[in-house]
């Protein structure tokens, strides 16, 4: 069973950065994809980015394209999402999520396993 714990969020100003980060137990992350996902109140849950379990391959939404940015170091247990300047609108749950490819170029569009999520709030 993997579990995801993500930490890292909180109040910031417009402008401002956080770097959010995933830790998973239960398995080693080398053949999942990681996916960072926000949901705000009222929403729809979105994808913001995601990242092939080679780390080779890289998506992100076009509302944080040049502001985001995902990483995971080899052989580590941990995916990251650098966020910076930062806009009222990306207030919101931010929720880690990971699915076992056996292809790890690829990246998936659904995943299995989910964190709990860290709330996120960017003042103007």
């Known amino acids: 069973q993997v579990q995801l714990v993500e930490s890292g969020g909180g109040l910031v100003q417009a402008g401002d950065s956080l770097r959010l980060s995933c830790v998973a137990s239960?398995?080693?992350?080398?053949?999942?994809?990681m996916g960072w996902f926000r949901q705000a109140p009222g929403k729809e849950r979105e994808l913001v980015g995601a990242i092939s379990g080679s780390g080779q391959s890289t998506y992100y939404a076009d509302s944080v394209k040049g502001r985001f940015t995902i990483s995971r170091p080899n052989a580590a247990n941990t995916a990251y999402l650098q966020m910076d300047s930062l806009k009222p609108e990306d207030t919101a749950v931010y929720y880690c999520a990971a699915k076992f490819m056996r292809h790890r170029e690829f990246i998936p569009r659904e995943y299995d396993y989910w964190g709990q999520g860290t709330q996120v709030t960017v003042s103007s």
């Open positions: 239960g398995t080693t992350l080398y053949n999942y994809a």
